[in-house]
């Protein structure tokens, strides 16, 4: 269970700003912005970023800074902008800004997401805690410090407390629920993570959002149950809804493996390790896989690969 809870977490926070979802357009409901209704202009700026325009976005941001200089909105959308783009330091700086003219909790939140790309933990922390203090009925601070509690400090008791927390305040928080769910997967509670992952799946459809998160986490408790062939299905549709999610790919590699299905299973982890070139158990198990099928002239090829990306960025 542990092995897949590391893969479960390749992504770590996932917040920095990721738009257009493959449903509709929308963005994803982790309570980062500010009201979508605020003015026509804003509109604009948040279409235009939404659509990845983002010449037009910074155009429109400038002329918003130029007509509005004590707006913290000009400096803040800037930084929203800069995150998109993972322009991380410019992001601080801007955000920093948008807090001397009006420290309020979404600059609070958008300027410790930006610390938390840098690496800047403790940062990070005092920004959300600000967050909570400001506006303690926001669902939003308590969802990001679940996180950096699980994928930082591996303390899932404690990020699942933040989790609850969140769904307190916004019950239908379908990343929450999952998050949740995998605190109780990994605490070997696996009714109780069975309920959030249906839970979670079930909302994000509602919701029209296409995330292979809740189909990874019923993948997973399949297998570990030793029914690969139920998790076959799940892992799929987990691959299907992300297709750009190495995780997903790993989980569907892993089913192969275990159906015996290993020129399938070849196949995934060779997905896996180009979406993420750092993963060097991607390029050992594709080595494992090229053994079996005897293709000796791959194995040893993906063998020199791996060790190569194993000294650079170790086995985990």
């Not at 929203?80 to 955000?95: D, G, H, K, P």
């Not at 799929?236 to 020129?263: F, Y």
């Not at 002239?297 to 000294?311: G, H, P, S």
Request: charged content about 30%.
């Amino acid at each position: 269970m542990r092995r897949f809870g590391i893969e479960a977490r390749t992504a770590c926070l996932a917040i920095t700003v990721a738009w257009a979802h493959a449903a509709g357009n929308q963005e994803p409901p982790e309570g980062l912005l500010p009201p979508a209704d605020r003015s026509q202009r804003i509109l604009e700026i948040r279409q235009a970023i939404l659509v990845k325009d983002f010449e037009i976005a910074r155009n429109k941001i400038e002329q918003l800074s130029e007509r509005e200089p004590r707006n913290f909105e000009g400096p803040f959308w800037l930084g929203i902008l800069a995150l998109e783009r993972q322009n991380n330091y410019e992001a601080i700086r801007a955000f920093r800004r948008a807090e001397a003219l009006d420290p309020n909790p979404y600059v609070f939140k958008a300027l410790g997401v930006a610390y938390y790309a840098v690496h800047q933990y403790k940062l990070f922390l005092l920004k959300m805690n600000e967050a909570l203090q400001k506006q303690p009925s926001d669902f939003a601070p308590y969802y990001y410090l679940g996180r950096y509690y699980d994928s930082e400090l591996t303390d899932f008791a404690k990020a699942a407390t933040y989790f609850r927390e969140a769904l307190r305040r916004n019950p239908d928080h379908f990343r929450s629920h999952y998050y949740l769910g995998y605190c109780y997967e990994v605490e070997q509670k696996i009714d109780q993570a069975e309920a959030e992952y249906v839970r979670s799946r079930e909302l994000a459809e509602l919701q029209g959002v296409k995330d292979g998160l809740p189909y990874q986490g019923l993948a997973r408790l399949r297998l570990a149950a030793d029914r690969p062939a139920e998790a076959l299905m799940l892992a799929r549709r987990a691959v299907e809804l992300g297709p750009r999610d190495p995780a997903g790919h790993r989980l569907l590699a892993r089913t192969l493996g275990d159906l015996g299905r290993h020129a399938e299973a070849a196949s995934e982890w060779k997905i896996s390790a180009a979406l993420d070139p750092t993963d060097s158990q991607a390029l050992y198990r594709l080595y494992r896989c090229y053994l079996v099928l005897g293709e000796t002239e791959k194995a040893r090829d993906t063998l020199a690969r791996y060790r190569k990306i194993a000294a650079l960025y170790g086995t985990n």
